[in-house]
């Protein structure tokens, strides 16, 4: 089993930054890449950003490519979402998840999901 707990998520108005962390414990080991995910209010769950756990690979929506950036601290078991130049559209509960391996932007693929932060950018 893996653990995630996700923090740093808020009220922030439209222009603004975040930064979320996701701190994975338990059989870390078994993770090879970790993503982030978003649902809004009567909206499926989409994918947002993920990274791989120890090659360079980064993976973005489009909507957010240049705006968000996703890192990773492999000493700490920590991965990072730093988002900039939020806008209403990205107010959504984000959820941070662990794979062992699959499609790095399907929900399914994910083994491992943490309980959400809410995240709400005002106009």
């Known amino acids: 089993q893996v653990q995630l707990v996700e923090s740093g998520g808020g009220l922030v108005q439209a222009g603004g930054s975040l930064r979320l962390s996701c701190a994975a414990s338990?059989?870390?080991?078994?993770?090879?890449?970790m993503g982030w995910f978003r649902q809004a209010p009567g909206k499926e769950r989409e994918f947002v950003a993920a990274?791989?756990?120890?090659?360079?690979?980064?993976y973005y929506k489009d909507s957010v490519r240049g705006r968000f950036t996703i890192s990773r601290d492999n000493a700490k078991n920590t991965v990072y979402l730093q988002m900039n130049n939020l806008k209403a559209e990205d107010t959504a509960v984000y959820y941070c998840a662990a794979q062992g391996g699959g499609v790095y932007n399907e929900p399914t693929s994910y083994d491992y999901w943490g309980q959400g932060t809410q995240v709400t950018v005002s106009s």
């Open positions: 338990g059989r870390t080991f078994s993770v090879k890449r």
């Open positions: 990274i791989d756990w120890n090659t360079i690979g980064r």
